[in-house]
């Protein structure tokens, strides 16, 4: 299972982006995917995740903002970041894991290299 997250970039607050993370090597379908980011001095932490039943997940921090979605046929997901915030700057990785969500990093088998997001204020 392989993971490639592309997408960041600087950003001005109150920007968007759209990250993507494409999968290869599995049955895409059936995996949750997520997104986490580490902000630089900090613990890595969920933003977003979608399961295989396209049910969505999302931080308290980043409701209303931010849209994960994924297409099953390109086996990718994306996560779609509006309204962005100085707050918001971190590496972004997607993760994979067979089975239902999870919040947690260490459920996850599966991991994209980062991509950084940088949002200037």
């Known amino acids: 299972v392989q993971l490639q997250a ?23 379908s059936r995996y949750s995917m997520a997104w986490f980011r580490q902000a630089p001095g900090k613990e890595r932490e969920f933003v ?8 969505t997940y ?4 980043v409701k209303g903002r931010f849209t994960v979605s994924r297409d099953n046929a390109k086996k990718t997901v994306y996560l779609q ?5 100085p707050e918001d ?3 972004y990785s997607c993760a994979a894991h067979q089975g239902r969500h999870f919040n ?15 949002v200037s204020s």
């Open 6 to 28: 592309s997408g960041g970039g600087l950003v001005q607050a109150g920007g968007s982006l759209r990250l993507s993370c494409a999968a290869s090597g599995h049955p895409f």
């Open 48 to 55: 977003a995740g979608i399961d295989f039943n396209l049910l």
């Open 58 to 61: 999302y931080a308290d921090s």
């Open 81 to 85: 970041m509006a309204s962005l915030k």
């Open 89 to 91: 700057t971190a590496v």
């Open 104 to 118: 947690y990093p260490n459920m996850y088998k599966y991991w994209g290299q980062g991509t950084l997001v940088t």
